[in-house]
């Protein structure tokens, strides 16, 4: 059994180009799609840092004043977008930056770090505004070019809720803390969770915790996608037919079991009649003897998948037709002794009995006879006609004595061989008829059984009217 290797590279090339963008913010318009500054995760609306949306890249000097003493800062410039991010070098992007930064005149990514004595520890959030509906879809991935130097206790952190921003889900993996990274990096994040939501979010915050040593450019997000692969469900092919080991001459009703809808087939029979099929459920016949594979293609709307399981059929020879001799009224056929043999009267009358190699024909007519082999295949031989019996010996060959000695009653079969009225008579050694029974043509084939009889011998004779055969019973 095996599956189409083509077939399936070509589905999951398929699947690889079929991704859906379900969202995407580049920025370059503005900001209608993330609420900046919110209180979600602990995080605090109106600190000294806060999320803002601008192409701001050149850095500068300004002061702080701590404990009433003045601090003076630089903030370097921050580093231009590679290609891949749409308005690149100095596109609009969403990032932290510090009022102190603001009140010097300066606005790229940057941030004050806390320091325990003038600024404490804070968090700031950037909720994505609206739902994302990922129903339908089994691969969903977010994408975004990031950026942070920070520290080891100032970094950034991505998050997603399921409920609309009533609760949000810290993604740890691949990466926990984005930080130490001065230059833009591409992150694509590739959860279960993200699949068939239908209130999907996703939120970026940073975390500002006391620290002795920080650094910029804070954290600062662009060219945010969610993409998904739709699920995709293809068929899964499988088939069966009502017989695999047959005889020549044979046909086959083949069956499709194929799951996931199909909508169309396309069967492959080589060596058979027809050799291929779209029916759903063909019939197919073959011929000659062999072992032959079948092949099942069966599409969906989303695609089509391949069975082929070799040597599915296996087609026995028939065994050779016999040949028939006639010698007076007995007919022979070649003789094999792994043969099993059927004498027929006429074209179709099975002759009961009748299964030896040769037959002693009892009435005019034409015989054949059909072989089968251990395999269960048959053939016919060709038909022969049989001559030259009278009447009187067809009269006395048309009936046996069944069990002859007989226990309390006689059995008398007849095979009726011609159109008149048959008369059977059993008369006791007296003289005395003690059973009689008219046959009609209508039933070729009879078996009589009389009721308890005497011990005794008794004459049993058949009449067709012009000539009566007598045969002797015994009854004990």
Known sequence: MKKNLLLSLMLISTLVN?????????FETGNSTFTLNTTDVNSTSSGYNSWTVNNAYSGGSGSVTCLGFPFTFTIPNTPSQPAGITGNPNSYYLHTVSDAAIASGVSNCCFLAADGICNSAERYFAAMTNDISTSGYDTVTLSFWWICEGGNNSFGEVYYSLNSGSAWTKITNPISNYNNNGSWAQQNITLPSFANQTTLRFGFRFVNQVATAANDPGFGIDEIKVTGVQNVVLPVVNFTSNIQTFCEESCVQFT?????NPASWQWYFPGALPNSSTQQNPLICYTQPGSYDVTLVACNSNGCDSLTIPGFIQVNPNPPAPVLTINGDTICATFNSNYTYQWYYNVSTLIPGATNYCYIAVFPGSYHVIVTDP???????????????????QLFNSFSLVGNPFQHSITVEINHFTNHVLNLEIINAEGKLVFNKMVVPNYPHIKLKTPDLSSGVYSVQLSDGKNKAIKKAVVY
């Open 375 to 393: 395999t269960g295949c048959q053939n016919s031989s060709d038909t022969v006609v049989v001559t030259g019996i009278n009447e009187l010996s």
């Open 18 to 26: 079929g991704q859906t963008v379900l969202f995407s913010e580049n």
């Open 256 to 260: 499709d079991l194929s799951t996931n």
